[in-house]
């Protein structure tokens, strides 16, 4: 069985609740985004789906090997590049490599062609005889995204992969980042960044501790689909009727000014249709994107009631 | 769970090659011989000089009693000086695996590369062993290597009075080729153990430095004239670290737990 399945996982850390009830199923070839704040719960699971931590609750299969039981035969398939990247400064680049073929027992001769490969296309090629010590924080993060290589795993997890970096070394890792997914490889990716997200996966969960949405990254958009009214005198008399419609999710009122939130904008003339209907002069209706910053904002304060 | 040799090699290869760029690490590695090679040369060499001063006599009175008249009490104290050594010469075995092992474990978790590590197949015995044999094999062969020179420079110095080698002995032979890597597997084990627990190289260090307490009070108790060295003596200390090795060997493995390893950084 290939791709990722996951059934109501959870961590404890003693009483501290870090991560509880996540159902989530990775596709093989998918780029898959676990979204949240600082302290969402993501490396947690990451590290639980590449046999760090033991789940208290819950059970998770990656690539038919399951979590808790087959930890050996699970870190044969799985690349994981940590937070930190966690290289060694006084070996180089090339050594640096070299250890994790050997500790994935790769034929170093066989294995070395592609991991220059990676290296050349990530701008690191004729570094590779360099203390990793003098590399730049970039550099050094993108080097870890090649140890996570080394060994060609079936599903590849990234743990804030431009988390404190400056913007150009961020742009820089997150191209390196689209090329895996061009080559149709497995990916999660963590971040705390929405742009990223947006722009590298296909499907997105939200979490917070739990799941707080899943589904694809569009889906998140379409949840931002609004329609401006502007309404002669008070529009605040409206809302109760706005607010009775099933696919206005929410109605913002603010002088003579309306924001009802659609599920989706097929709906506007139904909105005009029953502001007319009581009583209202529409001066105007705009259909409008909410940013999806806001959205995902949204539900993070819903997670959080 | 299956035990590969060559997962454990590969820490073994990296930390070797690590510590090798470690220039720092092997200074502080390289006080430590030159000092127990040199101290026993010089004091060798004082008796040597003044053979016949009265006060060596009265010396060698203290320790035994019943030295014969015509015994020369230089050769005597020289005899006793090397003896007596030898308890101090095994700091050295334990304390370098502290050095290079507590840098090794503790410094993984403080730059953040053991969870990379762990998330590759290998086991808890194999980073164990690994990591282990990255310490002793240096820790022995400097062990070998300081034995050599000692045994060449208290013969020189000797020579003029006793006219023939003293060094190499059965005891001192015996000692470092088994109770050395004994006493190495020792400091490693300890080092091991209280690095996956400390915070940090340095305090992992200082802690496990403090092994080597026991072995300098029973040289304390040696020269004090309390404890009789010899043969059968250094043969018991090496039973008992013998048993301690195997208790050491077995909690570090179980004490590199992933689990555990990871989940202590909070
Ligand atoms: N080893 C640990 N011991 C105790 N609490 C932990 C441990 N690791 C993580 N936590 C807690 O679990 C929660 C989730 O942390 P984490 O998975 O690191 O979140 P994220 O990666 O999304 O920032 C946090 O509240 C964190 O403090
Ligand atoms: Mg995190």
Redesign the interface.
Known sequence: MSGIEVQGLGKRFGDRVAVEGLDFHVRPGEVFGLLGPNGAGKTTTVRMLTGLLRPTEGEATVWGHHVDRDGESLRKVVGLLTEQPGLYDRLTARENLRFFMKLHEMDEAAAWPRALHYLERFGLGGREAEPVGGFSKGMRQKLAIVRTLVHDPRVIFLDEPTSGLDPESARTVRDAVAELASEGRTIVLCSHNLAEVERLCERVAVVKRRLLLMGPVRELRRAGQALDVRVEGEAERFRDALASLPFATNVLAEGMRLRVMLEDDAHAPDVVACLVGAGARVHSAVPSQRPLEEVYLDLLREGRS | ??F?P??A???F??DV??LR??LGLLASMAVLPTVMVLVPIGVVWSYVRTPNHADLRSVALFYDPSLPLGASAARFLIDKTLTDWFGMFLVMPVFVPILIASQSVAGEKE?????????????AAELVAGKSLAALVPAVLITWVAFVFFCVGVDLVAWPLVQMPLMPDALWTFGVLVLAPLFAFFGNGVAVLISARAGDARMAQQLSALVVLPLVGMVGGQVAGFLKAGLLYYALQGAVVLVLDAVLLWASIRLLD??RL??RWG
């Not at chain 2, 730059?111 to 086991?123: G, V, Y």
Request: aromatic residues 4%; positive net charge; hydrophobic residues 40%.
């Open positions: 769970m299956s590969r060559r997962r090699l590969a820490v290869w990296k090659l690590d760029k470690n730059r953040r590369t053991l969870e990379p590590l762990l998330a590759t197949p290998i086991t992933r689990e990871v989940s």
